[in-house]
């Protein structure tokens, strides 16, 4: 199994910036694409970033520019740096990976808890 923990949301004024990161552990053998997303009350669950194990990004239209996703293939940690942030960011931010397992040939999806991420004055 794999097992991810997120950490670095809170409370931020507008205009201020936040690192999010999530660590992976547990029967790593490899990961392929790691993805941030977010949920806002009432609304459905958004791709924000997402890189590619080859550290190809690609980004959101309401985030491009502000904010930027890297990983750590040898810590199997994903951040997202989000600067400029606005009360339109606020949300639930959840990671998830893509992981192939030893000897299997499909990747499996696997999630983050969630960490909240609040953009107010």
């Known amino acids: 199994q794999v097992q991810l923990v997120e950490s670095g949301g809170g409370l931020v004024q507008p205009g201020g910036s936040l690192r999010l990161s999530c660590a992976a552990s547990?029967?790593?053998?490899?990961?392929?694409?790691m993805a941030w997303y977010r949920q806002s009350p009432g609304k459905q669950r958004e791709l924000v970033a997402d890189?590619?194990?080859?550290?190809?990004?690609d980004y959101a239209d309401s985030v491009k520019g502000r904010f930027t996703i890297s990983r750590d293939n040898a810590k199997n940690t994903v951040y997202l740096q989000m600067n400029s942030l606005a009360p339109e960011d606020t949300a639930d931010y959840y990671c998830?990976?893509?992981?192939?397992?030893?000897?299997?040939?499909?990747?499996?999806?696997?999630w983050g808890q969630g960490t909240p991420v609040t953009v107010s004055s």
């Open positions: 547990g029967n790593i053998f490899r990961i392929n694409t």
């Open positions: 998830k990976i893509s992981h192939l397992s030893r000897g299997a040939v499909v990747a499996r999806d696997f």
């Open positions: 890189i590619t194990r080859g550290s190809i990004t």
